[in-house]
């Protein structure tokens, strides 16, 4: 990409340093880059090094100019990250959540490789698992009231039934906390849209989170409730 490119922005940086601190994956690129002006016989797109070494023939090159497309190498870059085994990819990520100053020395190992396995499927970019992952490790101080849209009174039958049902589960496990969610909405007659938009605001202070299950365990039955309780808190901050 030239710096006359109308892509090359301070989004897509032209520089080798630049690109590494967006945290694109070695082989998304290497994968992109040959295809640039050639094509796979089977028209695949996603390749291995192997597979790369084994086809590439002089004889399927292009004669027409290839283009750099952001947005493809994007794509490939989140199907890598997505595919790739979970061990490679905290390796790669983890210098991004020290970048980030997330405090990882104080949590496990397994514990910190069930985050990014959570975020993997919304992170384009080895540098967006950073911000993605700082609610797993810091409770929101803020949270995003001007983009919600729950009536606050049903927010709050929401939290304080899901703060009932989490401090009486003596496990916690997925499926557990799946059935005590489920009971809520039947019960209380709640559209689970807004019964999971207001949990998912308590335990990460926006919109965008795992199934609210997978995100209970992970937070833990204490974190979890202390952040529920905290929005409570706001709510009736808001209405006084």
């Known amino acids: ?39 796979h016989p089977a028209n695949k797109e996603i390749l291995d090094v192997s597979e790369m070494v084994a086809t590439f023939d002089l ?9 750099f ?3 493809k190498l994007f794509h490939f870059n989140a199907l890598y990250i997505k595919e790739m085994s979970l061990a490679r990819l905290v390796e790669l990520v983890m210098p991004y959540l020290k970048r980030e100053c997330l405090p990882v020395e104080r949590h496990s190992p397994d514990w910190i490789a069930k985050c990014v396995d959570l975020e993997r499927g919304r992170c384009r970019l080895l540098s967006e698992f950073g911000p993605a992952l700082r609610y797993y490790f ?6 995003e009231l001007e983009a919600f849209r729950v009536p606050r009174e049903t927010a709050l039958i929401a939290i304080d039934a899901a703060y009932e049902q989490i401090s009486a589960t003596d496990t916690i496990s997925e499926d557990a906390v799946q059935k005590k969610f489920d009971a ?29 299950p997978e995100l209970v365990v992970q937070l833990g039955k204490e974190e979890s409730l202390c952040r529920l309780e905290r929005l409570r808190g706001q709510l009736e901050e808001v209405a006084a």
């Open 1 to 39: 990409m030239s710096k006359r490119d109308p892509e090359a922005s301070g989004q897509f940086p032209v520089s080798i340093e630049g690109r590494r601190d967006l945290g694109y994956v070695p082989e998304a690129i290497l994968n992109h880059l040959v295809l640039l002006g050639w094509s």
């Open 59 to 67: 004889s399927r090159l292009s004669k027409s100019n290839a283009n």
């Open 69 to 71: 497309d952001e947005q």
């Open 138 to 143: 810091f409770a929101p101080e803020v949270f």
């Open 184 to 212: 809520i909405v039947a019960e209380r007659q709640l559209k689970y849209k807004d019964f999971g938009a207001s949990v998912r605001l308590a335990l990460t202070g926006g919109s965008r989170s795992p199934s609210l």
